[in-house]
């Protein structure tokens, strides 16, 4: 059950990543940066976070219903 759960936050993670790297990448051609790493990983990174994070107050509200 655990790595059930656990594959599933990762799966929301990569998702999540995969928004990121998305809107970074429209960001960047909106307005160019110099160094595209300092324009895809903090997006990167939050979208990560929200998905986790997401996901995981998702199965705890499901749990308690």
Same mark, same amino acid.
């Not at 790595?3 to 995969?18: D, K, P, T, Y």
């Not at 429209?26 to 790493?37: K, Q, Y």
């Given at each position: 059950m655990?790595?059930v =759960?656990?594959f599933r936050?990762?799966?929301? &993670?990569? *998702?999540g =990543? $995969?928004?990121g %790297? *998305?809107? $970074?990448?429209? %960001?960047n051609?909106?307005v160019?940066s110099?160094?595209?790493?300092?324009? %895809? =990983?903090p *997006? &990167?990174?939050?979208? %990560?976070?929200?998905?986790?994070?997401?996901?995981? *107050?998702g199965?705890?509200q499901?749990?308690?219903?």
């Amino acid at each position: 059950m655990k790595s059930v =759960l656990m594959f599933r936050a990762v799966l929301s &993670c990569v *998702i999540g =990543l $995969a928004i990121g %790297v *998305i809107v $970074a990448g429209l %960001v960047n051609l909106a307005v160019p940066s110099t160094n595209l790493v300092w324009t %895809v =990983l903090p *997006i &990167c990174l939050a979208a %990560v976070i929200s998905g986790f994070a997401g996901y995981v *107050i998702g199965a705890r509200q499901k749990k308690s219903s």
